[in-house]
């Protein structure tokens, strides 16, 4: 499959354990942000989302952690299966009369069976 | 399957040379992201247009262009091509050009310039 990094941070974790992905974010100004999940040899896919009005959103296994303070996203996964395996971006949207959006450099998920 | 096609699925092509790269979105999406992803940048967002204009520009090269059509489909546009051109080249679409929007991503096309 297409290889999307090979200097990408990894995180392994054991099949049923919960993950933690971590991202820093860059612009004060970004009010709207987002994690995708890419696969090899696939496009980017929308996991979750969250507004800058919110602290915690949660999905069907994933949540999303937003500290403004600090300019920090997490996702975390609960019960990590193999199929979750795969690059996870965190990427924050900034006005700028459309909007650009600024995907972070990725964290690779290996989730041992 | 997102919903978005983006040709060709592989270009292999040599320095100095130009290519067209074919974007259709989702059903409906009016909006149209392009994104380079090389290994050692990630995903870099390269322009974005609604309804046939240009709406947001990144991190875009003066030898790189786009357009909209108004089928809706888009083009981008390489030339003058360089050894680190060579990426993937990903199109994503959404209904509106606000911000509170899922992309949907297309399977990207696979430059390689030799």
């Known amino acids: 499959g297409e290889s999307v990094g090979l200097h990408l941070p990894t995180l392994s974790v054991q099949e049923g354990d919960n993950s933690i992905i971590n991202c820093a974010y860059s612009?004060?100004?970004?009010?709207?942000f987002i994690w995708y999940k890419q696969e090899s040899g696939k496009g980017p896919q929308f996991i979750i989302d969250?507004?800058?009005?919110?602290d915690k959103r949660q999905g069907q296994r994933v949540t999303v952690l937003l500290n403004k303070t600090v300019k920090h996203l997490s996702l975390q996964i609960a019960a990590t299966q193999p199929g979750d395996s795969a690059v996870y971006f965190c990427a924050e949207n900034i006005n700028t009369g459309g909007f650009k959006t600024i995907f972070g450099a990725g964290t690779r998920l290996f989730v041992k069976a | 399957d997102s919903g978005v096609t983006q040709t060709p699925k592989h270009l292999i092509t040599a320095t100095g040379q130009r290519v067209t790269l074919r974007c259709s979105p989702r059903?409906?999406?009016?909006?149209v992201y392009w994104y380079q992803q090389s290994l050692d940048q990630g995903l870099q967002f390269l322009i974005q247009y609604y309804n046939g204009e240009e709406r947001a520009k990144g991190n875009i090269l003066e030898r790189f262009s786009a357009q909209q059509f108004p089928d809706l489909h888009s083009e981008l546009n390489l030339s003058s091509l360089e050894l680190g051109d060579s990426a993937l080249y990903f199109c994503?679409?959404?209904?509106?050009?606000?911000?509170?929007?899922?992309?949907?991503f297309g399977p990207g096309t696979r430059l390689t310039v030799l």
């Open positions: 994503a679409s959404t209904r509106l050009a606000g911000e509170n929007n899922e992309q949907f």
């Open positions: 969250i507004r800058s009005n919110m």
């Open positions: 059903s409906g999406d009016l909006s």
């Open positions: 612009n004060s100004a970004s009010d709207y």
